[in-house]
């Protein structure tokens, strides 16, 4: 489903950030992303969310090869993607209620299913009362589950995200990676940039995309125990 | 819809229905597009008004000096001597006679004495003593309209009562001050067309504005696959409205200042331009100039925006 072969990023004329990042994510699998600072992050999820294009290599996703595809094919791959950003980059101009349901619009949804939709989830992620309030005006926590809902409304086929729990106490935080883990069960394929090391151990059972030194490795982790014994766990 | 109240959006509660997914609503730029749109709007409209103004003034001379011509018999004869008042009187009525016979002409008149010194007196003053003074016969000739006039045959046919005596089809006159005003036309015109290019710079420019101050915004809607038309759209509309506010405001204070210059010009009896009305077409394109001028900002935007968004990967 994705797939990079020899993928190398630079930006400009400067170093290659990514020098030869090969890997194949399996559809509906779930992998944490981690590396020390400065080892590429940001820059492979950038590639990952259509932000960029590679400098070389091969890139393949939903099975298409991205370099063949046009601008609006682009378009169209983009929306199959949610993406949840380290700084949330939420619109601080409109309610929480119209960024989380931004991108059903953008994919042209209509107004009364958008209401029902969004509603649903904020609900769901605990902002049922706060859905005519401006983002900035909100906590980090609601901010990030203002990012995390706005992600995942249009249930994509691939989930990123970057430090999604790093603002969020302990319980919101495992009900965001319940949210992440039953998109995945319902074929999402999820990525999760993260530092936090007790969360990957505590979900263990995925396997984690290492990257060091701009190159990438995928490792496999057995499953210990479900993610419902892990959550109680936790508690 | 829920209604907020003022203390709702101070603490910070959206209110309404958003217009836009990029905050453009926001900062000051959108006035100063408006302030422009309106300036602009007033000039156009000036610039129109001259054209039209000129253009009535050519038709106006154009008719009216249109199968016209004037037969002068000059004071002096071809040897230089000063001819009798008599002398003058007779070449006309001849002239009148033959001309009466002429089939093309349908009227034919010898000006009266006061006619002709009534004419002359704006250039020589009006305490001018015209007793002392020699002044030339002139008979206003009027031709059948549609009737083909051979002038310099019939110049030459008149020369036969005295060589001096000249036909003036004011022709060559008229020719030049259709030069003038056209000229003028066009520098009316060329005038509304910096004009739109102006437009088209400003509405260009404001729009580069937004897109770099919100920058991020539309990078996200852009990562979000939000297609270069439903970006572009929402930058259509605000560009469109502003331009529109702003013309419709100048078009206003546009009439006003021409009222108000009409008023002047009637009060000092200022006759520049006489009996100047415009039609209701020209009336009709003055209101039309807000929707062109919003239309004109409007592509602008558009093709800013779709050439901003394709550099984008």
Known sequence: ?235 | MKIFSKKDRRLGVAHGTRKYDLPLEKGNGGSFLKILMGLMTILAMFAFVASFALSAMTERWSAGLANQATVEIPAENAAGVLLSQEEINKTAQDILVFLQQNSAVETVTIMSEEEIQSLVSPWLGEDMEFNDLPLPGILSVGFKEGVAVDTKNLEKRLKNFGEPIRLDTHATWLANVLKFTSALNMAAMLITGLIGLATVIAAAGAVQSRMSMYRDELELLHLMGAADRYISRQLQRYTFISCFQGSAMGACLGFIILFITSLIFKEKEIALLPNFNMSLTEFLILCALPVLIALLGMITARQTVLRTLAKMP
Request: proline residues 4%; hydrophobic residues 40%.
């Open chain 1, 1 to 235: 489903m994705i797939k990079f072969e020899h993928v190398g990023l630079r930006y400009g004329v400067g170093p290659e950030i990514l020098t030869d990042v090969n890997f194949t994510l399996e559809p509906g699998t779930f992998h944490f992303l981690s590396g020390p600072s400065g080892a590429g992050k940001t820059s492979l999820l950038s590639l990952l969310y259509l932000g960029r294009k590679p400098t070389r290599g091969l890139m393949k996703m939903f099975g298409e090869d991205i370099g063949q595809l046009n601008r609006h094919e682009l378009k169209l791959m983009r929306q199959r993607i949610g993406v949840v950003f380290q700084d949330f980059r939420l619109l601080n101009h409109m309610s929480a209620f119209d960024n989380i349901a931004l991108p059903l619009r953008i994919m042209g949804q209509e107004e009364k299913e958008i209401r029902e939709n969004v509603e649903e989830l904020m609900e769901w992620v605990g902002l049922g009362e706060h859905q005519h309030m401006l983002p900035n005006t909100l906590s980090g926590g609601q901010q990030q589950r203002i990012a995390v809902a706005r992600a995942v409304i249009t249930r994509p086929k691939l989930l990123l995200a970057d430090e999604p729990t790093g603002n969020l106490d302990d319980e919101i935080g495992l009900r965001l990676m319940n949210l992440f883990d039953q998109l995945n069960r319902m074929g999402t394929t999820v990525v999760i940039a993260s530092h936090n090391t007790m969360l990957m151990e505590k979900f263990g059972q995925h396997s984690k995309l290492i990257l060091d030194k701009g190159q990438a490795r995928l490792e496999k982790s057995e499953p210990k125990s479900t993610l419902k014994q892990r959550i109680g766990d936790m508690f």
